[in-house]
């Protein structure tokens, strides 16, 4: 019978700064990045702005930024109104070219955004819409992304208008940053994700024991955020197969193994399509 731990469980261990994350909308996540040594934060997804003032209330920072990840509404859909609850002048920020609402700066790969003392760097990975960023931080020893609809614990957002090689690219760029970065996402969807895996990867016993581990939490309304790209690496089967990493994916893909691209877009429309609970008898 497969166990579990307490290893899939990560924070950011500072005192200089933090993340937390306030659930909106039922499964999506907004993000404060605190900077706790100037008192100031970025918001990012703010799509319940109330709720998220309130939060920086409760942390004693004033937000200084609206960091937004892509244009669906669920994400960018509260801009309009933040910007009316915050001092004049603080900037809404998206991707170019992704027509995020109410944005008044548009950033590109490797920017830099100045929060306080952090230097929060973007990602561009488009696919799930045209100039979806992430925003990369490697501060005090600690290492966090907070990617969007870009990555799931265990997942990956729709391609939409998205093509093969951007999706590629996009989780080629990510499993890049070091193996401890944390990833905090956009959506709770880890056990529905890591049920899918389990049908292409079903004798990955550290899988499963993710798995039940995340079952677990969310039967006792608690998050499965953050996971790390470490953690990716063995769980994920779009990131093992951007990364040519597993044979199963392969034999149930009848796709070459050092194929990647095309690899990762079989797992995106499988994912998709649900046969595969045909799999798992589901």
């Not at 990833?183 to 016993?205: D, K, M, Q, R």
Request: hydrophobic share 35%.
């Amino acid at each position: 019978m497969t166990s579990f731990s307490g290893s899939f469980e990560h924070s950011i261990n500072s005192t200089k700064w933090g993340i937390r994350a306030i659930r909106a909308l039922g499964d999506n996540f907004m993000y404060l990045i605190i900077d706790r040594e100037n008192h100031v934060c970025a918001a990012v997804d703010a799509v319940e702005p109330e709720k998220i003032t309130e939060a920086a209330k409760e942390e004693g920072c004033t937000i200084s930024h609206v960091l937004t990840t892509h244009s669906h509404w669920d994400h960018d859909g509260g801009n309009g109104k933040i910007s009316k609850l915050l001092t004049r002048g603080v900037p809404i920020i998206g991707g170019v070219g992704d027509g995020v609402k109410a944005a008044t700066k548009e950033v590109a790969d490797g920017e830099v955004i100045k929060v306080g003392n952090l230097s929060i760097r973007t990602i561009a990975t488009p696919f799930h819409t045209p100039g979806h960023v992430c925003y990369y931080l490697d501060h005090d020893d600690n290492r966090a992304v907070l990617t969007g609809d870009t990555l799931f614990i265990g997942g990956c957002g729709n391609l939409n208008t998205g093509t093969k090689d951007q999706l590629h690219k996009a989780f080629r760029k990510l499993g890049e940053l070091p193996r401890d970065t944390m990833i905090f996402c956009g959506h709770e969807y880890t056990v529905a994700n890591l049920t899918y895996a389990t049908s292409v990867e079903p004798e990955n016993e550290r899988l499963k024991a993710k798995k039940l581990w995340a079952e677990k939490k969310c039967n006792e309304q608690q998050d499965t955020i953050p996971s790390t790209i470490g953690e990716e690496f063995e769980t994920s089967p779009f990131m093992k197969a951007a990364f040519g990493m597993s044979k199963d994916i392969s034999a149930v893909s009848g796709i070459p193994v050092e194929n990647t691209a095309d690899q990762i877009l079989w797992v995106r429309k499988d994912k998709s399509s649900n046969g595969w609970k045909k799999r798992l008898r589901l």
